[in-house]
């Protein structure tokens, strides 16, 4: 509400008016004006700060670019690693000259995404015209039961790819992928082993590897910071495929149902080649065996996984031992009489080698009850120690996926009978390369080696010390002798001064006990004896050949004429020349090789 | 002066500008070209590794082994055996080239080498020209030429 003001009238010219002015107050007292020097000062103080934050500004801006424009001209990378994009997405598998074993091709995978299909009948009805394993009816229900995507087919060519495309169905749609080839086949198959598929995507889909080097190697093989370098194996590709050819011909003449071979480096340890038949094609590897024996499926790997009693083999262990320990030298004499119980048990011989035998010629003729009185005299525990030192206890440390699994099967306690039978080769079962690692490491001179499926560049150091450089040598001038006059005799390759050993075990029977008729044959063998370079094993499975008017099923009947064979082979392919000078065959040869090594 | 400085100034900026957009304009078409090369090289590179794999497929042992015995008339080949091998000395090589003193040059002074040539015109006649017998010339494998 406001209130009306009064009106003033002024009535009385002198009458004072009540004053409605304000009055500014007072100013207040000032002091003295400042210098207008120092202000001119102050003002120029801040304007050379402006001015230097704009040159600093610039100054920044200048450098960075006479920098770039004085920097190499460099393309920018966005990708985290440099060219990551353009290599393949699992490296290559090489021999050990580079030779292909394992590559990717470009493939096409056929998917379908039913909801963007035109007519799922007659896309159903046309995919079984073009695969002939497609049921029509099958897919025509899934094509219409709502699901919005099937793989189809996760590899196919690039004809039935065009008849797809001819079909018209804008819901049957083509997938990149890349495909792992072995282009050799079934060469070296268990080796390689085989990959398959991990996760898929439209776009691209994952290779694992399911066995062999592929599997133990994934991640190596898988790492885009390696950019494609292949994995170089120690394979050689035409020993490989010598062997494989020689073992596959043997196995047929010897009629055996599997066989297995392995030629490695005695000083390395590098695998050249390693087979086993039967084998399989890892292009398309089949499924694991369901029901029957898996140790008579393709996929079994009898080099690695096959775990056999290796029988008389064994026997140069037991000499070599007893001649490290000083027990005996190479011309003591040994009773090889027939009567020789241990603990109940009567140890036999194939034959009656009369009632002595000095180590060599027990090595030679392969007396059971020599090797098994040299054995009783070192005792189970030195013997398990140098067994161990060879490495027969544990599973042998190859790059195989299957080789970890293969554990020899030690007796669980050690009495004098076992100490016995092990010295020539029963009552332990260890895989034929255990036998192949023990070999080299008892006769390259004596010191341990593990087999690897790597290409060495520069030779290993030397593995721990197994017997002297002495033993060694005497070891391999026994096994010469074993092919020049014992039980090798098919053996001998000219030039090529092979020494190995024979050995037959009975095969088990599952519910214990022996077969009589079935067996598996080893022969183990280096070349040249006098300085070897080589150590191959091979291994028969049931063998039974006719031969010289009995059927035979020995191990100098069966494994030694494929090893010579093999060795004839395999000798030239490996760059070795071949030594037809008779001196070598002499002790001093192997006591020279010792000295200039 | 200060107008000077100003319209220099103003001129290097309008300069520098114009150097940058072109600048990026180049760098961007490079980045695009780089890209594109890159992808080229992703294509040779899958081309690369096909080929690989058909040169290892077609170079397999066992097909080169069935070459070898489909045309063993032609080539012979076999596998190497120990016999394969032989000594140095058992190579054939040729013997070492004798020194013969330089071939006749026609129209060269005869003074001193009068006696490397044979004057034949006994044996064809006293009219026929003379003839010069030529060292024996090896070819460039060594082999002795007729």
């Known amino acids: 509400m406001m209130r009306r003001r009064r009106k003033i009238v002024a009535t009385d010219p002198f009458v004072p008016v009540a004053p409605t002015i304000p009055v500014a107050p007072a100013p207040k007292a000032v002091g003295p004006r400042p210098n207008p020097e120092r202000l001119r000062a102050r003002a120029e103080i801040r304007l050379k700060f402006t001015a230097a934050c704009f040159v600093l500004g610039f100054a920044v801006i200048g450098a960075k670019m006479a920098g770039i424009s004085a920097s190499e001209a460099r393309e920018p990378s966005t990708i985290g690693l440099a060219g990551a994009s353009i290599v393949s997405d699992r490296a290559d598998i090489t021999d050990r000259s580079g030779r292909v074993l394992a590559t990717n091709v470009d493939a096409t995978a056929l998917y379908a995404q039913p909801h963007k299909m035109v007519d799922p009948k007659a896309a159903a009805e046309g995919l079984a015209r073009i695969f002939p394993d497609m049921d029509p009816e099958a897919w025509e229900r899934r094509f219409t039961s709502g699901s919005k995507f099937y793989w189809l087919k996760g590899n196919i060519s690039p004809e039935q790819q065009q008849a797809v495309h001819d079909l018209g169905e804008p819901g049957l749609l083509f997938g990149q992928r890349e495909l792992r080839v072995y282009p050799n086949g079934p060469l070296a198959a268990h080796i390689l082993g085989g990959a398959r598929y991990g996760e898929q995507d439209v776009r691209a889909a994952e290779i694992k590897g399911i066995a062999g080097v592929e599997d133990v190697f994934d991640d190596y093989l898988a790492d885009p910071a390696k950019e494609g370098a292949p994995l170089r194996l120690s394979i050689d590709l035409p020993t490989q495929t010598a062997v494989e050819n020689v073992l596959d011909g043997g196995m047929r003449l010897m009629n055996a149902k599997g066989a297995t071979a392995i030629l490695m480096d005695i000083h390395t340890g590098e695998v050249r080649a390693l087979a086993s038949l039967p084998d399989f094609d890892p292009n398309s590897r089949p499924r694991p065996a369901t029901e029957g024996d898996p140790g008579d499926s393709p996929l079994f790997n009898r080099a690695v996984q096959g775990v056999y009693e290796l029988g008389s083999t064994f026997k140069i262990f037991a000499s070599a031992q007893s001649l490290e320990l000083g027990l005996t030298n190479a011309g003591t004499m040994i009773n090889t009489a027939p009567g020789l119980r241990v603990n109940g048990h009567r140890i036999r011989d194939f034959h009656d080698y009369g009632d002595q035998l000095s180590v060599t010629d027990v090595i030679v003729k392969s007396s059971n009850r020599g090797t098994a009185r040299l054995a009783l005299d070192i005792g189970a525990a030195r013997q398990q120690d140098f067994l161990r030192s060879l490495g027969f206890f544990e599973p042998t440390p190859i790059e195989l996926t299957e080789a970890p699994g293969a554990r020899p099967i030690i007796p669980d306690r050690w009495p004098e009978i076992t100490t016995a039978t092990v010295s020539y080769g029963h009552g332990l079962s260890a895989s034929p390369l255990h036998l192949a690692a023990g070999y080299a490491s008892l006769l390259n001179g004596g010191t341990r080696v593990s087999p690897t499926l790597l290409a060495r560049d520069t030779a290993p150091d030397p593995g721990p010390r197994v017997v002297s450089e002495r033993v060694s040598a005497e070891s391999r001038h026994m096994l010469r002798q074993v092919v020049m006059r014992g039980t090798a005799s098919l053996g001998e390759v000219p030039g090529y001064q092979v020494g190995g050993k024979t050995g037959t075990a009975d095969k088990p029977k599952y519910n214990g006990g022996y077969w009589d008729d079935k067996t598996i044959t080893t022969f183990a063998s280096i070349f040249p004896a006098h300085d070897p370079k080589y150590v191959l094993v091979v291994t028969l499975d049931e063998p039974e050949v006719f031969a010289a008017g009995e059927d035979r099923r020995t191990a100098g009947w069966t494994a030694v004429p494929i090893s010579s064979e093999i060795v004839r082979r395999v000798g030239p392919l490996l760059g070795l020349r071949p030594d037809f000078n008779p001196d070598t065959d002499g002790f001093g040869a192997y006591l020279t090789q010792v000295v200039a090594r | ?146």
Do not use: C
């Open chain 2, 1 to 146: 002066m200060r107008t000077l400085l100003y319209a220099l100034s103003i001129a290097a900026v309008v300069g520098l500008a114009f150097w940058s957009y072109r600048e990026s304009y180049e760098t961007r078409a490079t980045e695009r070209a780089v890209a594109d090369l890159q992808r080229k090289i992703g294509q040779r590179h899958q081309k690369l590794s096909m080929l690989r794999a058909e040169w290892a497929y077609l170079n397999r042992p066992d097909r080169l082994n069935a070459l070898a015995e489909m045309n063993f008339e032609t080539l012979g080949l076999m596998p190497l055996t120990p016999d394969h091998f032989a000594d140095l000395g058992d190579v054939g090589f040729a013997p070492p080239a004798t020194e013969w003193p330089p071939a006749w040059v026609p129209n060269a002074p005869l003074d001193e080498k009068i006696g490397d040539i044979i004057i034949m015109n006994h044996a064809y006649g006293a009219d026929a020209p003379p003839r010069v017998i030529a060292p024996p010339t090896l070819a460039d494998d060594g082999e002795q030429l007729p």
